[in-house]
């Protein structure tokens, strides 16, 4: 009835709490209280509610619901017969309240109902609460309506509604769950009647209406009894003949919230907000009973309040942040050791499971979800890959678990090792285990990949399989299903492949060293690196893999690896393989220079001296002759016109002696040998031309013809000199 909560707390006197309480808690007017009423039977599961403003409520509702005032005026019936309700004829009649009530209370809910009892009584002094004042006011109703016609069984017609399938769940719910309001004797007698007639409502009213609800005609009860079996029939009937008003989906709503009070009785007012809300998503979509379970456990309903608080905060069930044993201890004021006596799979997770059976049971049965959408890849394996459509909230461990409780018996859970199966990893079909001792080749496995191991190595996993096999024969016969399940196992467990040849890769476990990052840098650059680039490099991969910060650190690693390092140049650094290649040449300049006279037995001109280390150095003839020069070491010998040996060597006397480029010769290289500023010979005749003319090394002319095209004198266009 639209009556605001403004006008209710006017009208009745409301104190301020009570009203507060209502206004946050959603509860606007009188239709949203009674339906809130009717549906919970108190309000102390609202915030802030205390005992007083409970009652307080309680009573108003009570007002309402006797006075049936919770129907508009606008659908009550005009025209007055056997099946007008004894509300409307307290007001077509003018009925005292004190009659009204002793109709409502003995079940006299219509006109047709108080004139039969008059008919078979001819008083009404017999019913409970009924004075002398109340008899001549009834009588005089009945007298006054006396043309009506009456059936016999217009008593049982009122029952009617209770015959549909939706009112009779619901209302035996609530027979049930309100059967702790009575004494032993008052709840023996409706758990009799309800085995009785088959937890059907109509004709468990049927009855009772016939004995006229007199209770004291029934054996073993007593005038106490009495008193409740009345107020507890009639608290069902007037909330009956409430529901009756609600549509389809409301009693579908009411009904299912009813059956989880049932089974999970300290349900939580969140818990029944998000069921009435979200029945029909389970029903199509069965990952949202993750959902559900989350919620009841977050809101105690499957487990007590410590507990849950124990699974919340430690189980590896769930994605959340783990306490310590000190934290939980701590923060339930208890001991750690009652913490871990509570944390025990039977005190604990038996229990969450045990619910969570209950749960999918009771889904299963009153909702009609269609069942988990899960997919194996493998008959014999199954670890749970979680999608976007299920709940984050619980890892892979409990989908695990729950694929092997409630979907395949079959598939075993696999832990981290034998003792603790609690939390399973994955699962492996029990006929595999039968096969394989899947326990000890995990244990061996981890072993290996737990040794230190610097270099990968390989297993083939044939034959490692057979090292644990429990039925050889049935091992050969089913191998490869034995392999696809172990595979998965053991990529699960180690994250570890098998290649094409069908071994498993045991990678390297130790920290890589300095020396390694400097080795893989050189190799991706395929070319020398300074020191301080070197240094940039390994930081951009990792700061912390230096333990000094000074680019002396990488210096002292490069010296340390002679077999793998070379310095190339000043502080610039490549790798020894380059040099074995021919690619590159350890050392210094003049290092380079001793190791190229090494392979000699006469003495080497500075410009063949020169075309060799340019190869691997950047510099010119001038530098590298005058590095020579300035040995302090004394390991070259300098013969004159540009010619070098090392002092480690014996040379002939005939191969030190050198001709020099004589003057004139050169003066008159132009005359001699150009024609309109070209010369006439190409640049390697010319050069062997002129060499023998003048008794001179053909080595020598072409290092004094090199230094004048660098000096610009001429250049050198398709092999022939031009005078520039």
Known sequence: MNVTLEKLETKHRLSQRTYNVCRLNGLHNLESILDYYLTYDSFTALRNCGNKSNQELITLCDYYLNTNTIQEVNEREEIINANTSIEKLAKHFNLSTRSFNTCTLNNLNTLGTVILHYKQYQSFKNLQNCGEKSNKELIALCNSYSDITVEKNIKHKQYDFLTKRAINAIIINKMIDKIETLDKRSANLVQTLLSKYNNQTYPIFHYLSDINFDFKKINQISKNSTQQLTNYFNSIFTFAQTISTYSEDKLEKIHIISKFRLKFPSLSKQTEEWLTNNYLKIKNDSSNIFRLIQIMLENNDLIEKRQAYIFLNSSSYLNSDKKTLKDLASNLNISRERVRQLSTPKQLEQPFWNEVLKLITLTSMEIGFNGFDFSTSSENYFSFNQKDDFSDFFTTEFYNKFYSLFIDSNLIPISNNKED??????????????IIDVFSLRNELEVLCNDKIVKSYEI??????????????????????????????????FEILTNLEGNIIIERNTAKQVHEYIYEILEEANTPLHIKEL??????????????????????????????????????????????EGRQIDGTIKDVVEKYLEKYDTPKHIQEITDFVTQYRNTNKNSIYRNLQVDTHKKFIIFGYGFVGLTSKQYSAKDTIFNQLPTVSIRFFERDYFLNGKSQF????????????????????????????????YKLVDNYLYKV
């Not at 490099?537 to 390092?565: C, K, Q």
């Not at 005749?685 to 610009?712: M, P, W, Y």
């Open 421 to 434: 199966k609690y939390y399973p990893k994955y699962l492996v079909h029990k006929k595999i285990l039968n």
């Open 682 to 713: 190409d640049f390697d005749t010319l050069i062997h031309i002129f060499a023998k003319k003048n008794n001179l090394l053909e080595i020598q002319v072409r290092s004094s013809l090199l230094d004048k095209i660098s000096a610009g004198t």
């Open 460 to 493: 083939n996993l044939k034959g490692f399989l057979y090292k644990f096999a429990t039925q050889t024969e049935t091992l050969l016969n089913s191998l490869q299903e034995v392999i696809e399940a172990i595979e998965n196992v053991i990529y699960q467990e």
């Open 535 to 580: 240094f940039k490099r390994i930081n951009d991969i990792d700061d912390s893999i230096l333990r000094a910060t000074e680019i002396t650190a990488i210096r002292s690693h490069l010296l340390r690896y002679p077999n793998m390092f070379i310095n190339t140049a000043l502080s610039t650094y490549g790798l020894k393989k380059w040099e074995i």
